[in-house]
């Protein structure tokens, strides 16, 4: 009997001991600072100090681990904090996601052409084909079959000059431009031969149905010149609010749920790694457009924690960061996500992730240089100074990103 007592608590340690490897503590007013238990007095921290504990007691908190200026830091020599109602543990808990709220109707500016790419083969023709919507009654239809089918590959340049050809055979995976479509055909009007996109001097022409992928680059929501725009990350409410200011006057111009980071450490299986979105102001520097879908792969750092995936010879998948993403900060993105169910909890690695509809708003409404602002108290940032602080960057990649070329 002593013997089941005994390995029941040594089990229960260790259970503790794995279960502690990861919490994380934010204070909620002043808390004291101690080298031991009931020691001496190392420092005071102030209200809403995120800090890291490997194990407690009854009565305290060790802390393993602290935040100075946003970056997290071990601690040399374990301190110690008293329990008490200052403390708040933080757990990857599933916050209620709120709806996404559009509070100004914005226009979207650019050209309306598209980019598609071809799913399967498919016949293009070089005259505009006649359509036939609905045979009369007790009569027969003739299929004219009267085309050449080439076999040359599809990015070869079309001969137009080919009179005996009706058609032309365009294999799977041909990306091409149209700037006109209706139920029945799509208008042809460039594509991409070798480098390149290319005009066609005349039109083709391809009848529908036909599977096609959309790799039309996003459109841009209008801005006055002078604008300044702002995403701003209420980490206590799970929430990203786009405002806009334009001659002193603020905005809001949309509100939508996020996913944040963890705010904690992995256990050391897991590569022991601290995981958090920092607060601060920072700047979008460079956004990804990717209809395909994002292509992530696992980090040097991370690989303590997908030693297993690793081991599998897996590494990349693409669109678990969706379609969209902006980057900011130090290796940090607002991007999409394959897991829209994540939204409103605490479960990724730094990143502010939104359900994919919403990052696609949110893209289309920042451009490079716009301020990104996290903040468990977002309403410390004054928005129409910092707009009187922000100068424009000097090259903005959004703006050529938002153009109607399709990525290849």
């Not at 609010?241 to 001659?247: A, C, K, P, R, W």
């Not at 750092?301 to 379609?323: D, H, Q, T």
Request: hydrophobic share 35%.
């Amino acid at each position: 009997m002593k013997v089941v007592v005994s390995l029941m608590y040594l089990a229960m340690l260790l259970l503790s001991s794995m279960s502690w490897a990861a919490k994380t503590y934010l204070t909620l007013g002043q808390v004291d600072v101690l080298d031991a238990p009931n020691g001496s007095l190392i420092d005071t921290w102030p209200d809403k100090t995120l800090f890291t504990s490997s194990s407690e007691s009854e009565l305290w908190v060790t802390i393993s681990g602290h935040f100075p200026e946003g970056v997290w830091q071990p601690l040399e020599t374990e301190l110690y904090v008293q329990k008490s109602e200052q403390l708040k543990l933080r757990t990857p808990y599933q916050h209620k996601s709120a709806k996404t709220v559009v509070y100004k109707a914005l226009k979207k500016v650019g050209s309306n052409a598209k980019a598609y790419k071809l799913l399967e083969d498919a016949h293009v023709y070089i005259n505009k084909p006649q359509v036939i919507t609905a045979a009369p009654l007790n009569t027969s239809l003739e299929v004219n079959a009267n085309y050449v089918e080439l076999t040359q590959p599809a990015n070869v340049p079309v001969s137009l000059d080919n009179k005996a050809a009706d058609a032309i055979l365009w294999s799977k995976d041909t990306v091409f431009t149209t700037s006109y479509e209706d139920a029945y055909l799509i208008k042809v009007t460039g594509h991409f031969p070798i480098e390149g996109w290319e005009a066609l001097e005349h039109p083709l022409w391809i009848k529908k149905p036909v599977k096609l992928q959309d790799r039309t680059q996003p459109r841009r929501y209008e801005r006055n010149k002078s604008s300044k725009r702002f995403a701003i990350i209420d980490k206590r409410r799970f929430e990203l609010s786009v405002y806009e200011v334009v001659d002193g006057k603020k905005e809001k111009l949309m509100r939508t749920p996020v996913a944040l980071g963890y705010d904690r450490c992995l256990p050391k299986s897991k590569g022991g790694k601290c995981y958090y979105t920092p607060e601060g102001e920072f700047e979008i520097e460079f956004k990804l457009f990717d209809p395909d879908g994002i292509n992530w792969c696992i980090p040097p750092k991370m690989a303590g924690e997908f030693k297993s995936k690793l081991a599998k010879g897996e590494r990349c998948w693409r669109g678990v960061m969706g379609n969209y993403a902006m980057h900011f900060g130090d290796s940090l993105f607002l991007h999409g996500t394959s897991n829209p169910n994540s939204i409103g909890s605490r479960t990724t690695h730094g990143c502010v992730r939104l359900r994919n509809p919403d990052i696609e708003m949110v893209y289309q409404m920042l451009k490079n240089g716009d301020k990104v602002l996290i903040s468990e108290t977002p309403e410390q940032f004054d928005l129409v100074a910092l707009a009187e602080e922000q100068t424009e960057p000097l090259i903005d990649d959004s703006e050529a990103l938002l153009e109607t070329k399709p990525v290849l």
